[in-house]
């Protein structure tokens, strides 16, 4: 359904730093760029992830009540985005890492809010 997603960053760096950690623990690759307009890109067969500082010119802020989500191989996988996205300067938020029994069935997650205060979590459905 989505191309890409791009979200707005103050510190440029430090958030290219997070994201590298935190998707490096996912299997993604570092980031390339910058590109012309200064944003680092996380790309996959399945789509592209941004960061950068808004083109408006704006301070970046998050979405209230967003969440942006990224696939996670394994329940190993989202406890290492955690750890390293913790390291990288992130910062928990809501429950412990773990598994949640819910509506969409049982889910390993992860929540963190990035240097900017974006919402991000890794995800993998269990069975």
Same mark, same amino acid.
């Given at each position: ?14 958030? &290219? ?7 490096? $623990? ?7 760029? %910058?590109? %012309? ?8 067969? &399945? ?6 500082? %808004? ?24 406890? $290492? ?14 429950? %412990? ?31």
């Amino acid at each position: 359904m989505f191309t890409h997603l791009t979200v707005g960053a103050n510190d440029v760096e430090a958030s &290219r730093k997070f994201y590298d950690a935190a998707l490096g $623990a996912l299997g993604i690759e570092p980031a390339s760029g %910058p590109d %012309p307009k200064g944003r680092y890109w996380w790309r996959t067969s &399945r789509g592209a992830f941004a960061v950068g500082k %808004p083109i408006d010119g704006e301070p970046a802020c998050h979405a209230n009540g967003g969440t942006i989500g990224f696939a996670a191989a394994d329940g190993a996988a989202v406890e $290492a985005f955690h750890t390293a996205g913790l390291a990288a300067g992130g910062t928990a938020i809501e429950d %412990p890492p773990g598994v949640r029994d819910g509506a969409f069935g049982k889910l390993h997650l992860a929540y963190l809010r990035d240097p900017s205060g974006n919402k991000i979590c890794a995800m993998h459905r269990l069975g």
